[in-house]
């Protein structure tokens, strides 16, 4: 028995298909088949499902909501997990002198598993009169993406990650994650007033799928280095760069396009490929690289394409 059966007869066979097209869990709706596709519901599951494959030399890949990522036409070898963890779990917190004086709790720490959607973990927590996390409201993908994007620091206290080696460790804010595995995060919220904010989540909501239906979500790093903000440009953002400075804003190249609302955003018209797709970002590269001197850094993983 080969090491893929041998794999295969460990996992659970109701959480696993064989020869899965990726189109159909990536944003950006392409990509050929995952040999093993394995879908996680706990953080628990997702540190055993990836432990078992590098035990039997199997690669692995960790997805979430399928932004982020292009996946080839061609596929991706070995297991691709689908981390889609449901646990948000509360720890209040409270000094011993406000326990003295019977004070309402008015901090909690809450500990989300990376695979939570991000619209999930907001609503529920606002449910539960607990406010913060509704600031992300625009942003598409799971709580492990959206730390991956280094966006919730006024909030994190913590991450949990699954390193090279199969060990869980507990990182804090500002430690290197990338390159290991996200399994949980622990914010420090408040309760608070949560009457109002469901009419600004919405308008949130509805501009970011306007934006990111049909794509892999933000393609290019902000620009952020000094020597690049003294070229003189007003802003750091990849999307100006592209869409107002290289006047590439609705470029097409076959099915994929720049989108006309933001610039750093690329959308399947329908019927693109990974190719077209990878195509026509070296093309804004190129452009400006050679145009203006700026190295775009792009911050969507490719996933099964060959080096």
């Known amino acids: 028995m080969g090491n893929t059966e041998s794999l295969i007869k460990c996992l659970e066979p109701n959480k696993l298909r064989l020869d899965e097209p990726m189109s159909g869990h990536v944003g950006l709706g392409v990509g050929g088949k ?19 494959a590098r035990t039997f030399g ?36 409270r000094s011993f002198m406000s326990f003295l004086r019977k004070n309402e709790v008015k901090k ?26 509704e600031k992300y409201a625009g942003f598409s993908g799971s709580v492990g993406a959206l730390i991956s994007n280094e966006e919730p620091k006024d909030f994190l206290r913590k991450v949990s990650i699954l390193d090279s080696h199969g060990g869980v460790k507990s990182l804090g804010v500002g430690k290197r994650i990338s390159g290991n595995i996200i399994t949980d995060a622990t914010f420090l919220l408040s309760y608070g007033e949560t009457k109002g904010l469901e009419q600004k989540i919405r308008i949130d909501r509805k501009k970011r799928k306007k934006i990111f239906e049909k794509s892999a979500g933000k393609v290019f790093e902000d620009i952020l280095s000094d020597e690049q903000q003294a070229l003189g440009y007003p802003t750091r953002d990849p999307g100006y760069i592209i869409g107002e400075v290289l006047n590439m ?9 720049i989108s006309r609302i933001d610039s750093n955003v690329i959308v399947n ?39």
Do not use: C, W
């Open 34 to 52: 995952a040999d093993m596709f394995y879908t996680t519901e706990t953080s628990g599951d997702l540190v055993k499902a990836v432990r078992l």
């Open 108 to 133: 909690v720490e809450v500990v989300i598993d990376s695979g939570v959607d991000i619209d999930v973990a907001i609503d529920k927590l606002l449910s539960l009169g607990i406010v913060g996390m």
């Open 249 to 257: 804003k609705g470029y097409k190249h076959k099915k994929m396009a």
């Open 58 to 93: 199997v690669p692995v890949t960790v997805i979430g909501e399928g932004l982020g990522v292009v996946v080839a036409d061609s596929g991706v070898r070995g297991l691709v997990v689908r981390n889609n963890s449901e646990r948000i779990q509360l720890k209040p917190r």
């Open 269 to 307: 018209l329908g019927g693109g490929k990974a190719e077209d797709y990878i195509a026509l970002v070296e093309e804004i590269k190129s452009r400006a690289s050679e145009t203006i001197g700026i190295d775009l850094v792009e911050k969507v993983v490719r996933l099964g394409f060959q080096e």
